[in-house]
């Protein structure tokens, strides 16, 4: 484990898509956050359109892969971590982050898991969009949370 501290912790819960995960791990780089990802992958972590995505920012991100959740949860304080699920009643804009925080992020085709949800309750948050769109794009969303937690952190 490295002595890397980072602003942020971003946790990929099973994510499917390589595309996106490079996406993701390019915006852990401009924000200074560490990348998680929680097996099983939807991809290999050298596959060529995770890369492509990340581009060459890819040598710069600090990530790490953990097997399952019980795995990530004896190496990470979960209870400093934001859900992240349509299914939740606060908006994210009412949460009041702190350096150090994990966003946790699920699969793009089925989110984050009941079991994780029920037992993270209080601290599951959402993104609001208008009805005609059922949820964000992966990438997005974590580029929503990370900034908003930066415009927190560098207020007057």
């Known amino acids: 484990m490295s002595h890397y501290q980072p602003k942020l ?3 990929l819960h099973q994510p499917e898509i390589p595309y996106n995960t490079g996406s993701v791990g390019r915006t852990c780089v ?9 097996r099983p992958l939807g991809f290999q972590v050298d596959d060529y359109h995770l890369r492509r995505a990340g581009m060459d920012y890819w040598q710069h991100l600090e990530w790490e892969t953990v097997d399952h959740w019980e795995a990530l949860d004896q190496v990470l304080d979960l209870g400093r ?8 009643k606060k908006n994210y804009l009412d949460a009041e982050f702190q350096p150090g925080d994990a966003f946790v992020f699920g699969s793009e085709s089925q989110g984050l898991p009941r079991s994780i949800l ?17 949820s964000l794009n992966l990438s997005n969303s974590v580029a929503v949370a990370t900034y908003e937690a930066l415009r927190q952190w560098e207020k007057p």
């Open 81 to 88: 971590s934001w859900f992240f699920t349509k299914k939740a």
């Open 9 to 11: 912790h971003v946790v």
């Open 30 to 38: 401009a924000v200074g956050a560490k990348l998680w990802l929680v």
């Open 118 to 134: 029920t037992r993270y309750a209080e601290n599951t948050l959402r993104i609001s969009t208008r009805p005609q769109v059922r």
